[in-house]
């Protein structure tokens, strides 16, 4: 199942590559794809849902990333 998300604080490549990454360390998470332009717009495909903040809490590893769901 693909969710759509906005990830704010993404600036760079660097940044996406990180938080892919982070992401894609979850064993729920099959695959995130982060974009610059829009700037942070990110799809992610899970094997099952997860919620908004256990995304967050993932990313709390790297700081600066705030994670909302988007339509």
């Known amino acids: 199942m693909k969710h759509k998300y906005q990830i704010n604080g993404i600036s760079c490549g660097g ?10 360390a ?3 998470i099959e695959k995130a794809e982060i974009l610059l332009a829009p700037k942070g717009a990110t799809t992610i495909t ?3 849902a997860i919620s908004v903040a256990e995304l967050q809490k993932q990313l709390d590893e790297l700081n600066g990333y705030i994670i909302t769901e988007t339509n």
């Open 15 to 24: 940044c996406v590559a990180n938080v892919k990454k982070t992401l894609e």
């Open 26 to 28: 979850h064993p729920s």
């Open 46 to 48: 899970m094997k099952e």
